[in-house]
């Protein structure tokens, strides 16, 4: 069972529309990253949100910390397909001293021309 | 800079044999974690060190899989016997510390057991 529940778990979109995926939990984080990790390659950080009710912006790319640190949202505007790859999600617990980094399942979108 | 390096890419063994994956990290890094991804799920931590010792291995499969960092630097991740659904990406990382320091992964060591 992942403590970090990613949705939808497969993304079809074209080019220019708009998408969002969800990561959600029961526990509370203290922060949450979001990766994209690309085929035959490791994960990349994009992003880490701390406080609850955070909102980052990275170019096209919006990341939402809930304001209870139990969830996150991550929204691409005008999707290119260069954003093609799997988008992961991962926190660490407000329990864990050592920084045990939990992952959730991950969203696969494809944005085809 | 370089990234944290890994061999081998890929590997193919049949089911009961063993393999092992070497990982090199970012040069001044001290934090070294071995992930475990199978294919449509997220990585999997196995083993955290701290410099050379274990801070973390709950999800380890102790009866099969080892690990270790002498030095405090390279790290292998061992399997033995392999079984079929050990396949998986194995992905090394690193950072500078454990935690709220960024974690930089690896390519990964692909192993098939057939």
């Known amino acids: 069972t992942q403590l970090l529940e990613q949705s939808p778990q497969f993304l079809s979109i074209q080019e220019g529309e708009n998408l969002t995926v969800y990561c959600n939990s029961s526990s509370v984080f203290s922060s949450l990253q979001w990766y994209r990790q690309e085929p035959g390659e490791g994960p990349v950080l994009l992003v880490t949100v701390v406080t609850g009710g955070e909102v980052k912006k990275l170019k096209r790319l919006t990341f939402q910390f809930g304001d209870a640190r139990k969830d996150s949202s991550l929204h691409i505007t005008a999707a290119q397909p260069g954003d093609t790859g799997l988008y992961l999600c991962a926190g660490y617990m407000t329990t864990d001293s050592w920084g045990k980094l939990q992952f959730g399942a991950g969203t696969q979108v494809v944005v085809t021309p | 800079e370089a990234g944290v390096a890994q061999s081998p890419r890929y590997k193919i063994i049949e089911k009961r044999q063993s393999v092992a994956f070497w990982c090199n990290p970012i040069?001044?890094?001290?934090?070294l974690y071995w992930y475990q991804q199978i294919l449509g799920q997220g990585p999997k931590l196995l083993i955290q060190?701290?410099?050379?010792?274990?801070?973390?291995d709950s999800q380890l499969p102790k009866d099969r899989f080892s690990a270790e960092r002498l030095k405090g630097v390279d790290s292998t991740l061992k399997i033995q016997p392999a079984k079929l659904e050990d396949s998986a990406v194995y992905l090394c990382?690193?950072?500078?510390?454990?935690?709220?320091?960024?974690?930089?992964f690896g390519e990964g060591s692909w192993l098939t057991v057939v």
């Open positions: 040069s001044g890094h001290a934090t």
């Open positions: 060190f701290q410099n050379n010792g274990v801070v973390d």
């Open positions: 990382a690193s950072s500078l510390e454990a935690r709220g320091n960024t974690i930089y």
